[in-house]
């Protein structure tokens, strides 16, 4: 009897384990939970974590590799001690999560006909965040990264030269982003667009835009010319700045700008660099008192320190030197989420027709690109200044210079970009730093973190090794200087 019990018993339980496990995906799936994220609700988050995420790393860091600012403290960066970022210097982490979000934008627009719309932007927004990955890092993971599931969680290191130029790369899906929207025929319109509000035709200027940055920032490389051309013919791009890919931060939390948000000791770490103070001087130039404030002693003067102290041995008194703009913290509803602008659109023009790279006035060109960075900032634009101090008479160098540098004064929002510019062009004259930690060499890429050799050390290894050890003075592939 005590057997037949222990039998029943046991197939009793057989019968329960068997109805647990079958509908156990069942039983344990909230009915109210979606299975899967809108893509209207990532296309907004990566679009605003980006634009933030980076806004701040500019800032903190990219600015001082630019030299619009420097740091009193807190500044291995600033010293070049790259591998030790601290208030920022480490934008890595932000790329790669929003480049992983975005890919999963674009692979539900391709799963599904209700999100075809998201195809076009998401590919525009890959190889524009690609394009940032790169041109800090250099050869990076590409073609087999955001892949971990169905190919590799360590991913291969790509030439940034495929990356620009392959099939799926940089270039390449611009061009497929067009395709999509000009094919696109579907009713259902573009939601979570925080750019550009759903306007369709605003990517297209976008894309086209975007084309023109890339192909000028590898035009060392590769004949450029007929693209540019044709792109400018058409006229399809940012020309104004009621066009700008931005978003507003506003004055107060959760969406005013991080420098608003942080403890005021954080925020007065950083002043304006010697080298902004020296050129907006020279220039005699007004957007100083936007950029910057008084200093502390004199409410008429303004002051520049020289990047890379050595602040264990160098007393100064901040009182001396002036900090960032109220802009950039009180008053930060004024301030955007900078993707690209028509004054950075018509500078890279002007650059392309002085060039000859186009058919077209690059005087022109120039001078509307310095109105359009006045108007942006909202700075009067004094009568004779471009006739007289920003006159864009004399020699191709000069001329050259003059655009390099007024697109660098009106880029401190996007603090990278200055830098990487100036790998680029060489201008504007940046200065050696005051105790560097770098052999007096201007580093010329970010380093990869260190977290790449422990999560992908066999690839990480390999690219460490061409670029001489993860060196940062070792130029990335389009770098002509």
Not at 277 to 283: A, F, M, P, S, V
Not at 335 to 357: C, M, Q, R, V, Y
Not at 362 to 375: N, W
Request: proline share 4%; aromatic share 12%; with cysteine.
């Amino acid at each position: 009897m005590r057997l037949k019990i222990i039998i029943i018993t046991g197939i009793l339980f057989s019968m329960g384990l068997f109805s647990c496990t079958s509908d156990f995906e069942e039983i344990n799936t909230n009915p109210n939970a979606p299975l899967q994220v809108q893509p209207s609700l990532l296309l907004r988050q990566v679009i605003y974590d980006y634009g933030e995420e980076m806004s701040y790393e500019g800032f903190a860091a990219g600015n001082l590799l630019g030299q619009h600012l420097t740091a009193l403290d807190f500044n291995l960066f600033d010293r070049h001690a790259l591998k030790s970022p601290q208030l920022g210097g480490n934008p890595w982490p932000v790329l790669y999560t929003n480049l992983r979000d975005n890919e999963i934008i674009l692979s539900l627009s391709r799963e599904a006909e209700a999100f075809k719309i998201y195809e076009g932007p998401a590919l525009i927004l890959k190889a524009y965040m690609t394009s940032t990955l790169t041109d800090l890092y250099g050869d990076v993971p590409y073609f087999e990264a955001f892949k971990g599931k169905e190919v590799t969680t360590t991913p291969a290191y790509d030439a940034q030269e495929d990356i620009y130029l392959a099939e799926g790369g940089i270039l390449h899906n611009f061009d497929k982003g067009i395709s999509a929207i000009e094919n696109y025929q579907g009713a259902i319109g573009l939601e979570g667009d925080i750019l550009f509000n759903g306007n369709l035709e605003k990517w297209l200027k976008f894309a086209n835009s975007l084309k023109i940055k890339s192909l000028m920032r590898i035009s060392a490389k590769m004949d450029v010319s007929t693209e540019l051309q044709q792109i400018y013919t058409e006229g399809n791009f940012i020309q104004q700045n009621s066009e700008n890919a931005a978003f507003d931060f506003t004055d107060g939390e959760p969406n005013n700008f991080r420098m608003a948000r942080l403890r005021a000791g954080d925020f007065n770490n950083f002043v304006m660099s010697e080298t902004i103070d020296e050129i907006l001087e020279t220039l005699n130039d007004p957007r100083g008192m936007i950029l910057f404030r008084p200093t502390g002693n004199n409410p008429e003067e303004y002051n520049g320190l020289i990047n890379g102290i050595d602040a264990s041995q160098t007393s100064i008194s901040p009182a001396d030197f002036s900090y960032a703009g109220r802009i950039f913290r009180e008053d930060s509803g004024m301030l955007d989420a900078n993707f690209l602008t028509a004054w950075e659109i018509s500078f890279l023009l002007a650059e392309a027709a002085e060039k000859g790279f186009i058919a077209a006035d690059a005087k022109m060109l120039y001078e509307r690109g310095v109105t359009q960075a006045f108007e942006y900032w909202n700075s009067t634009l004094p009568e004779n200044y471009l006739q007289s101090q920003a006159a864009y008479d004399g020699n191709g160098n000069d001329k050259l210079k003059r655009i390099i540098t007024q697109k660098w004064i009106a880029g401190m929002t996007n603090g990278y970009e200055g830098w990487i510019e100036w790998r680029r062009t060489g201008f504007p004259n940046l200065k050696n730093i005051s105790a560097s930690l770098n052999n007096n060499i201007i580093p010329v890429r970010l380093p990869y973190p260190t977290e790449e050799a422990a999560l992908n050390s066999q690839n990480y290894q390999e690219s460490a090794a061409a670029t001489d050890g993860n060196s940062i003075d070792s130029p990335v592939w389009w770098d002509e200087n």
